[in-house]
């Protein structure tokens, strides 16, 4: 067995927006889990439109979520399935929520310690570290590409 990074739908069009939908819903959910017995409403619900399978060229939604390796993972088995971001996917997105929040601070820096803070204060949301899918703020900061962003030490800060 090989174990390989999952592709993109690399020209395919409709594949790359329903991937780009697919991380839009996720996000708007607790932790970014979403059972797939729930996916179809849920889908309805937050785009106002049908999630058509066969649009995508697929029978079955199951076979289109599998489609999506590159942002989606399906945990668990039969009737308990659930979906989340992938982590890749997952780092991507803090680090996108990370440079908005950089963005809005006068100085372009926030120290670790008023993370939480200006978290909430660019997002209107509580900071939660499980939304990304991990235990630690320092394990997205460690994963995130380092020509992103400039961790400096000051003192005993960071």
Not at 13 to 26: A, T
Not at 83 to 94: G, P, S
Request: a positive charge; aromatic letters at 10%.
């Amino acid at each position: 067995p090989w174990i390989h990074r999952s592709k993109s739908p690399v020209g395919n069009p409709q594949l790359i927006q329903f991937s780009r939908e697919v991380i839009d819903l996720l996000k708007s959910k607790p932790a970014c889990l979403l059972p797939v017995s729930k996916f179809i409403p849920s889908y309805h619900h937050h785009f106002a439109k049908q999630c058509r399978v066969s649009d995508y060229g697929y029978s079955k939604l199951l076979e289109l979520l599998e489609a999506v390796p590159h942002v989606l993972q399906i945990l668990g088995m039969g009737t308990k399935r659930l979906l989340t971001l992938t982590h890749r996917a997952q780092v991507k997105r803090f680090t996108q929520d990370l440079l908005k929040l950089l963005k809005f601070q006068a100085s372009k820096q926030v120290a670790i310690k008023d993370f939480l803070q200006a978290y909430h204060w660019c997002f209107s949301r509580d900071w939660r570290v499980t939304d990304y899918g991990v235990c630690d703020l320092m394990d997205l900061l460690n994963e995130m590409p380092d020509t992103t962003v400039t961790m400096t030490r000051q003192d005993s800060d960071l």
